[in-house]
């Protein structure tokens, strides 16, 4: 891998909502509202914006969202919850239970998830402390059918599934467990949604801080969230090499998504959790809402498959 001193730095982002997450996850550009919106997990709450941070909403939620994910209604997000699969109606904020694929035990969460091109459901799952390989990967899909949601577990065991990505051929999966310090590149059969075999892509052993969530370019590059590294940085898969990075000002970045009218601005999601009182006051900005404009465009997110 190219060395972490010489990649090029681009501009610091700027910070267009003062949203002071507890943990800002999962941001999510939906084309048709041209509205940003991401989730903090420990509050329980779903976040949006346009594309300049104008027009903060906010909507609480049962439950701590993991991940969220367009749906064939405009108005509609599903969010995966402890409790299982959320419909939230982001105008009336109405929320709906559609059933829990995955029964997960007490102390576990959903964590950071992506739906691929086939509109199937693919989200980790952790302890809520961090810190045990307790969680797993599932691929979660509707069989219209029977009119039942179902799951199979793809990966496991997992301490902190994070970032997914797919290449535009949808011939390799990407993905993160973030205490492994490694990206995994897996053979992807996009019929049937099977992993085949599996590479270390990237390793992050001499990088500060530790890979989170992450978002992928139309030039198929990685661009990853380091949480305690205050970075963003690109990445290409297939060499290993380190394009550029954005330096954040919060140390925990959590994730990144492609967003604006044509996918051509990078939004950048961070937390408070886990700073000491004199980290928040060495970096007041944590928590909040970062936007840069990387000179690459991003690729439309896929919308969940469930309709009869």
């Known amino acids: ?17 003062a949203a002071n997450n507890t943990l800002g996850e999962g941001p999510l550009w939906h084309p048709q509202t041209n509205r940003l919106y991401w989730g903090d997990i420990i509050r329980q ?13 906010i909507i609480s939620i049962a439950g701590m969202p993991g991940s969220l994910h367009l749906t064939s209604r405009i108005d509609q997000l599903l969010v995966t919850t402890p409790a299982g699969l959320l419909l939230v109606n982001t105008e009336t904020r109405q929320q709906q239970r559609l059933g829990a694929p995955v029964e997960l035990a007490q102390g576990i969460r959903y964590n950071d998830g992506k739906t691929d091109a086939c509109g199937r459901i693919w989200a980790g799952t952790m302890a809520l402390s961090g810190d045990t390989p307790s969680g797993a990967l599932y691929r979660i899909e509707k069989n219209c059918t029977e009119n039942v949601w179902t799951a199979a577990s793809v990966r496991e065991p ?24 490694q990206l995994l590149a ?22 500060e801080g530790s890979p989170d969530g992450m978002a992928i370019d139309n030039e198929d590059k990685l661009w990853i969230a380091f949480w305690g590294g205050g970075q963003v940085c690109r990445f ?28 051509s601005e990078l939004f950048i999601t961070s937390a408070r959790q886990d700073l000491s009182k004199d980290q ?5 900005e944590s928590g909040n809402l970062f936007r840069i404009t990387p000179g690459v465009n991003g690729r439309p997110e896929p919308r969940v498959h469930s309709q009869e």
């Open 158 to 181: 997992l301490t902190i599934p994070n970032g997914l990505a797919w290449n535009r051929d949808n011939t390799i999966f990407y993905h993160i467990d973030t205490p492994t310090r």
């Open 236 to 263: 290409n898969p297939d060499s290993g090499e380190m394009l550029c990075r954005v330096k954040v000002p919060a140390p925990h970045v959590t994730s990144c998504c492609f967003g604006g009218a044509d996918l």
């Open 1 to 17: 891998m190219q060395s972490p001193d010489s990649p090029l730095e681009l501009s610091p982002p700027k910070r267009i909502v």
């Open 280 to 284: 928040l006051t060495q970096y007041p």
């Open 186 to 207: 897996f053979a992807f059969d996009s019929d049937t949604g099977a992993l085949g075999d599996a590479r270390v892509a990237l390793s992050f052993e001499n990088m």
């Open 45 to 57: 709450e779903i976040h949006s914006c346009d594309a300049d941070g104008d027009n903060h909403r």
